[in-house]
């Protein structure tokens, strides 16, 4: 197991999810862990993760984030920023109804559009560019996004806001493995497929036949968990990839393959 002792991580996205599940697993690999969400903390957190709420689309918070990761860090930059606050707005029965519906462009309310960018693009490169001075001056630093299968290649339906905001994260990505390689940077992404969240659970518990359903698109037969992504995220961040950047680590069991 890759230890990351002595490091300081940021974690968007990390009151639920895979964002959280992210930021237990780098603390119990000894990083000290700075979870960010727009929700309230989890209600139990375990030692080093630090949790700041807060809404990365807001310009003023990643500063703040990162003076507070620095007060923590024991060389006081951020070694490892996980960009993986992001949300997908689509109507669905089995869950509760989203502020905004995703869709086509001819459809969606632009406030809609607007707001998916905000967070899923704008928050990730405020973060982003709030990290970078300490890795630049330090000399060493990873950068990890969450984007999805959906920004490489369409998914089924109309997504329109979510699968452009992905595709704008994974070219950012690569856009700072180039710029910021050499100063000892790395950025990659993870694209997940169907990963099954808390909250996706649920749905599936209330009706098996819809788990089994999206299995059976995957070539691997199953749906993902939380870890197989966090497997991914611990790889990208640890010296085991120290000559892996500006690359997309497909984690969906083989879907890609059978998409369009």
């Known amino acids: 197991m890759s230890s990351f002792s002595g490091r300081t991580a940021v974690v968007t996205g990390a009151g639920g999810g895979m964002g959280l599940a992210i930021a237990v697993d780098l603390a119990a690999r000894g990083a000290r862990v700075v979870a960010v969400d ?34 923590i860090s024991a060389t006081g930059v951020v070694d490892m920023l996980v960009n993986a ?28 559009w ?11 490169m405020l973060m982003t560019r709030a990290v970078l ?4 001056a330090h000399g060493a630093g990873s950068l990890v996004h969450i984007a999805s299968i959906a920004g490489l290649r369409c998914a089924d339906g ?10 704008g994260l994974i070219s950012l990505s690569r856009g700072l493995a180039a710029q910021y390689g050499p100063e000892g940077i790395r950025s990659n992404t993870v694209c997940p497929g169907a990963i099954v969240t808390p909250m996706i659970a649920g749905i599936y518990e209330n009706d098996p036949a ?36 500006g690359t997309d680590l497909v984690v969906d069991g083989g879907w890609l393959t059978n998409m369009g």
């Open 38 to 71: 727009v929700k309230e903390a989890p209600t139990e957190l375990p030692d080093g993760v630090t949790f700041c709420r807060g809404d990365i689309s807001d310009s003023g918070l990643a500063p703040e984030v990162v003076s507070l990761a620095g007060s």
């Open 85 to 112: 606050a992001g949300v997908a707005w689509f109507a669905d029965p089995g869950l509760p109804p989203p502020p905004f519906v995703d869709g086509s462009i001819v459809d969606i309310d632009p406030a809609a």
């Open 114 to 124: 607007k707001r998916v960018l905000d967070i899923n693009l704008t928050g990730s």
């Open 133 to 136: 001075p300490g890795m630049r």
């Open 158 to 167: 109309a997504l329109d806001a979510y699968q452009v905001s992905k595709a």
């Open 210 to 245: 819809r788990e089994q359903s999206m299995a059976a698109r995957v070539p691997l037969r199953r749906v993902g968990t939380t870890a197989d992504v966090c497997a991914a995220v611990t790889y990208l961040l640890s010296d085991d990839a120290s000559f892996v950047t």
